[in-house]
């Protein structure tokens, strides 16, 4: 059983990317979805599909992206911030700034999950779930 499904999303991409596999398969959720559509709406993921039917919450799979000369991958470092033991929040004003606005933040806000960009220009903060660069 896992307690903290987003650790084990980030987790099973950055197994995937280490064993250089192009397509990751994860147990789908709402917030994961959304995840992925942001990753893939900023360039870190090749492409997504979600799947209903295997088992009642469906799977996502995942199309990892390589550089196609020199086989580096497009995700270099996913870090959890907030966990279920000590959650990070942040507002307008203190979101955070990943390799000085290289990299990003994923953030869960009152209007959706968006990038830490997006939560700077909608004027809204929330719950910082990880870093992407």
């Keep these: 059983m896992v307690t903290d499904s987003i650790s084990d ?3 099973r991409v950055r197994n995937a990317i280490k064993a250089k596999h192009r397509v990751v398969e994860i147990p789908a ?7 992925t559509k942001v990753l893939h709406d900023k ?3 090749q492409n997504y599909k979600f799947e209903d039917d295997n088992g009642p919450q469906g799977t996502i ?13 497009a995700i ?3 870090t959890r911030v907030s ?9 307008v004003n203190t979101l ?3 390799i000085n606005g290289l990299g990003i933040a994923i953030l869960s806000t009152s209007k959706g ?21």
């Design 9 to 11: 999303y980030l987790t």
């Design 29 to 35: 959720s709402n917030l994961k979805k959304e995840i």
């Design 96 to 98: 955070p700034r990943v």
């Design 76 to 78: 270099v470092n996913l």
């Design 61 to 73: 799979k995942i199309a990892l992206k390589y550089h196609p000369a020199t086989k580096k991958p």
């Design 113 to 133: 999950v968006m990038t830490d960009k997006e939560a700077r220009r909608e004027n809204v903060g929330g719950e910082v779930l990880c870093y992407v660069y």
């Design 83 to 91: 966990k279920p033991g000590l959650r990070k929040y942040a507002d």
């Design 43 to 45: 360039g870190y993921i």
